[in-house]
Structures are given as structure tokens and as C-alpha cells.
């Protein structure tokens, strides 16, 4: 099986780069990022040697818990990239579960990234080690460690694979990395605060708890070289067995459980408040369809997490440790939250991927298409307005002043208004598929990761400088050029829909295709 599993594993990464430049050069930009991380990490553990004992030891126990943690945590934002993550596509393979897991297993442990993570872990052996006892007790430690990684991680993927293909599955994933991206931002959050102690002692403090954890064990018994360091490992492979028989039990459970993934939802029919208020028409039922993919689509709702996530961390970024105020700190986080949301609208017709024919054959002239955008630009604006309130009412606290609240209001509504206009006509001219299985890393189809980031980044910078005539002045304290955003907007908005009905209905058979490209 093990033989069997690094083959398959191996041709499924031949077979992934053959004929596709884009993955080719992704991969080796990969190769060459893990080479960086594997020398850098190898080097960083090595000089704990120069550091005291116990400081090596701290840090030591520190990294040995990230390890661990990244292990449990990344297959769960990559599920989807790699195909032996899934248990179900290997459901039908003649062979008993204890055979799947040994294959599974060896699989996990072929790549770039595990061998990486091999080595910088490695690095312990010379970094924390202080005589022979440690050096030998800490090549058993390093293997230990690396197999509690591979075996808690496979145990939480294989666990979890059946919600994860399920669209509530997918909704807490989109919420998951969201998640990932604000605790990135603590580091820097807590420095623009400032620390409040001895940093020594902070991480003596923190380490003095992870000691206690199975990678603070493996970390300990390296340091420690002793009869202690000896009955730590025991204690941990003992841990790494009983993950192991888990694992194979959560194996065995996915093999025999129906897919909920492919079972049929109900359909009920709704009707809701904008029923009252808008005309039968296109834009009534394009409306109802986008606020139903924001409600239900975790790829609609990933979009939002993100704006109102990064929103509220610049906001508290820029107030700091308290000290900041004045204009930028109201208008600031709030015309930043209408870009980002704005931003979402760079590639309107990407989420309705092939079901976009139906438009296309009904479509008869650029007025269809324009209308077909306002519905959809409205569907946003219900949503966006309100936050965007709520946004500059925080950002008038930050600000000390509640008097601040309405011009950031009203400048984020001129910015969002701009957005969606530049959005229109991105949305024709340089559309792309997106994918209909959400992950972390992946924003398009094969082969369109450039047009991806040309709409993307293309449209903050075209956005950012058509809002630069409004936003500045307002920014530098003249608070009535606010009433000249909102009429702005809504003008750029409007041309932006014109150019998109004018210049993309004679390309509907383009922008189709480029929407529809296989996943």
C-alpha cells in the first residue's frame, strides 16, 4: 500500500502540471518558497544553541505547538486541492481500512511541504539538544512530532470531510479563513499597543503552559535529555497510537455514511419585503437572486466576511493605542470597507458561472445587460448601506466626535457607488470563473489566476483614483465635499453600467465562456 499510495500521489502531481504553464510555474514557485521556509526554519532553530537553555527551550515548545497547530488547521482551508485529503474518492478501491489508512498516511507524508516540515523540525536537534541524551532522545522526538502532525491532521480531515463537502460545511470554512486572517493581525495589533512586561517573561509564561501539551512534551524531552525526556516520548507515542485508531475508526465511519452533499434540498416558495416594494420585472427578480446567493452561497458571503473583517481591524489599527482621532479615523475605515465591498463586484457574472446562458438567449439588446447589472447593483446597495452606516458610527467613536459619523457615511456611500461602477465594467471585459468548491487559495478556475488578479487589483486602483477627488478632501477635514460623494457616485455608477451594457452584449458569447470553464 505504501509503494501503491506515493506512486498515485506522485502522478496525480505529474499529471496536475502537464500541459499547464500557470500550474507549472506555480509549482515552482512553490518549490522554491518551500526551499526558503525548510533553510529558514532549519536556521532559526539551530540558533536557539546561542540563547540560553531555558529560552531555547521556551521557544522551542512554542514552535513545536505552531507546527502542530498549522497542521491541523491548513488542510482544512486547502480541502478540495488535494485529492487524498477526501475519503469518498477512495470509498471504492478494494481494500480494507487498515490498508486505506497505511496508504493515506504514506500519501500525507509525500510532498514538498511534509518533507519541510521534517527539516525545520530537525533543526531542534541541534538548537535544543545539550548533550547526548538530548541528541538521541530528540531523533525520536522530531519523528514523534512529525507523526502527530500527519496523524492529527489526516484525524480532523477525515472527521470533518462530509460537512466539509456540504454547503453548511463550506459556510464555516469561509468563516474559518476569515478567522485565519484576523489572528494574523493580532502580532500587529499587540505591538501598536505596545507590550505591557519583561517579553522574557511573556514567553516563559506562555511556554510554561504548552509545556504541558504533546508538542511541549517532544520539545521538553529534547531540552530535558533525561529520564523525564524519555517518559514524555512514551507519553506521546502512546498519544500518536491512540490518534492513529481514531483515525482509522473516523476513516471507516466516512466510507459507510451518505453523502449529505448530494442529497436534494427542499424548495420552498418565499417572498419577502422587496416583493411589496419592486415592480414584476428583471431587476425585481435579479435582486431576489443575488440576495439569495449572499444568503445561502458561502462564495457570496465570503466576499462580505472579508470587507467587514478587514474594516473593522484597519479601524482599530488606525485608533491604536487611543491616541489617534480626527477625520481619518471615522472616514478612513469606512470608505476602505465601501472599496473592499466594491471590490466584490469586479466580477459580477463569475458566481452564475454556466447557468449565464439563460441571460444570454434572452438578452436582446445592451439595455437588457445594463438592467441585468442594476438589478444586481441594488442587491448589493441594500446590503452595503447599512453597514456602511454602521461602519461610520464606529469610526465617529473612534474619532471622538459623532459629528465626523455623517461625512464618513456619506463619502463610503460616494466610494461604494464608484466601485460598482468600475466593477460593471470589469465584469465584461475581463470576466473568469469561480470555483464552484470554495477553498482558501483558490478565487478562479485553471489557467485564469492572472485575470483574476488583473480585475481584482485593477479594479481597488481604478476605484481608489476616481475616489481620490471626493475622499482626500474629505480626509483632510473639509467635511462638505461629503454631499458632493453621493451624487458622484451614483453618476459614476450609472456611466460604469452603460459602458458594461454597451461594450458586453456584443461579447456575451466571450464573457459566457470565460465563466463557464471547468473546475
Known sequence: MVGLFVALKIRLIAGGLRGDTQRI?????????????????????TLLRLASPQVAADVGMIAFTGLLVCWATVPLLAFGLDDTLDPARLALFP???????????AASVTGVWPIVSLVVTAGALVGLARGAGGFLLGVVAVILQFALCIVTSRLITTALSGLLRSRRGRDLLAVAVIVVVLMAQLPNLIVNRGL?????AMLHSLASVLRWTPPGWAAHAISDGGATGALELAALAVLVLLLGWLWIRALGRALVTTDASTQAASVRRSSGVLDRFLPDGQVAAVVSKELKYARRDPRGRVGWFASIAVTCVLAFSINGDGSAGGAGAAIGPACVGALLIGMQQCNSFGIDGRSLWMNAVVYGDSRDLRGDLAGRHLAVAIIAVPLLVALGVIGGVFAGSMAWAVPAVLTAWGVLGIGLGVGAVTSVLVPYTVPDRLNAFTGAAPGQGGVAFVASFGAMIVTALLALPVALPVLLGVGWMSAVA???GFALAWAGRRLAGMWGYPRMPELLAAVSRPT
Open 95 to 105: 481494500l480494507r481500512t487498515g490498508q486505506l489508512a497505511t496508504g493515506m498516511f
Open 196 to 200: 505591557s512586561g519583561d517579553p522574557l
Open 486 to 488: 453621493l451624487p458622484y
Open 25 to 45: 510555474l506555480g509549482f515552482v514557485f512553490s518549490l522554491l518558497a518551500a526551499l526558503v521556509v525548510a533553510a529558514g526554519g532549519f536556521l532559526l532553530l
